[in-house]
C-alpha cells in the first residue's frame, strides 16, 4: 500500500528524515470466507453466493488470533467473499480488537443496514473499506447487481452516521477511469476519510479481465489526478487519508511528480521511498484464505506456504524455504528484464510479481503493469516491455 497522503505531506510541511521503521510483523489480509452475495468482474477470490466446504471454525479462527497476536501482527483486514455473510464475524471481529489488533472489515457495503449498522458499530473496527467501481450505472453492471451502488453508498451514510471510519475503494479499469473525477467528487459530499485506489491485478476474475486494465497513459493521468487532488485538499486545509495499491511504480511516478513541483524537496522525498521499500508481498503482506492456507499476498492463491491447522501462522511465516518467498525477501530481488535494470528498484522493489508470471510464466521477469517508459527508468534502448496490454490481450485471452 502506497500512502500518498503521508508523502505529500511531508512535501508541504518539510521535516528531518528519520530511521526507518521496520514493521515488527506482516500486515495479514484474511479472507475469512469466500461466500459472497455477488459475482464481481474483477474478483480475485472467484466468490460465489453457495457455501464453501472446509472454512475454519469459530474456535480455529481464535485460535489464529492468538498467534497473530503473539507474531506483533500490526494490522488485520477481515475480508472475503463477503466478511459480513459469516456468521460469526462479529464475534472474530470483537475477539480481534480484545487482543488488541487494528482491525479493518472490507466490504461490499451491500449488507450493511439500519439493522446491523450499531452491531457492526459495537465491533470497534479501526475502518471499514466500502468498494465501488465508478458511478451507479458503471457499478451496478461491475457488481452485476441493479442497485448495488446505493446500497454500498448508503452503507457509507450508515457508517458516518455511527462514527465509523470508512474509506471507498476503487480498482482503476479502463471502464471507470474517465468517472475519477467524479469519485473524488464523492469523497467530499459524503466527508469520506480515505480512498483507496488500486491497480488491476491478474488474480482470479481480475486475471480474466485483465484486458480492461487501463493502459499507461490513462494510469499515468489518474495517478497526476490524484497527486494533484490531494495537494489542493490539503493546502485548503482538508487531510484525507489517500492511498494506492497493486503498483508500487505509483513511488518513482509521486518522486519525478515531486521534482516538478517541488525540486527542493525531491531528494528528501526519495530516501523516504527508499526507506518504505515497494513492494512487499511475501515479507510484510501476507494472507490467510478461507480454508486456512497462507499464501504471500491475496493474489497468490495459486502458490500455498501452509495451512494454519497444521502448523501456526507465525511458523509458516517464519519458514523460508520456499523459493518464491526466499526471492521476495531478498535485496534487490532477483528480478529480470526492465525491472532489473531500473534506476528505481530500491523504491519499488520490483513492483508485483503476481502479473510477471501471470504473463510471462515467470514470477522474476518484468512486471508488465509498470507505466513508467524506459527512458524515465533510465534504460538504455527503444521503449519497451515484455508484453504491453494490447499485446497481452492478443497473446493470452483467458
Known sequence: ????????????????????????????????????????????????????????????????????????????????????????????????KELGLYTGLSTNGTLITEDNIAEIAAAGYDYVGISIDGLEATHDEFRRRQGAFRESMHAVALCKAHGIKVGLRTTLTQHNYAQLPEILKLLDEHDIDKFYLSHLNYGGRGHRHRKQDAWYQMTRDAMTLLFDHCRDELERGVEREYVTGNNDADGPFLLQWAEHHFPDQADTLRRRL???????????????????????????????????????????????????????????????????????????????????WKVSGDPWEEDPGCYLTNEEIGVQGQDRRISAPADAIQAVEL
Open 1 to 96: 500500500m502506497f500512502r500518498v497522503t503521508r508523502y505529500i505531506k511531508t512535501l508541504l510541511e518539510p521535516a528531518p528524515l528519520g530511521p526507518a521503521r521496520k514493521p515488527p510483523g506482516p500486515v495479514v489480509i484474511w479472507n475469512l470466507i469466500r461466500r459472497c452475495n455477488l459475482t464481481c468482474k474483477h474478483c480475485y477470490t472467484v466468490s460465489a453466493d453457495i457455501d464453501f466446504k472446509g472454512e475454519l471454525s469459530t474456535q480455529e479462527a481464535f485460535e489464529v488470533l492468538e498467534d497473530l497476536k503473539g507474531f506483533r501482527v500490526p494490522a488485520l483486514i477481515l475480508s472475503g467473499g463477503e466478511p459480513l455473510m459469516r456468521p460469526d464475524i462479529f464475534a472474530i471481529s470483537r475477539r480481534a
Open 274 to 356: 527508499e526507506q518504505w521499500g515497494g513492494n512487499a508481498s511475501g515479507e510484510n503482506i501476507a494472507n490467510i484464505d478461507n480454508l486456512g492456507v497462507v499464501h504471500p499476498d491475496t493474489f497468490w492463491w495459486d502458490h500455498e506456504l501452509g495451512n494454519v491447522r497444521d502448523k501456526p501462522f507465525s511458523e509458516i511465516w517464519r519458514d523460508t524455504r520456499d523459493p518464491l518467498v526466499l526471492g521476495m525477501r531478498q535485496r534487490p530481488r532477483p528480478v529480470k528484464g526492465r525491472c532489473a535494470e531500473c534506476r528505481y528498484l530500491a523504491i519499488c522493489n520490483g513492483n508485483t510479481r503476481v502479473r510477471a
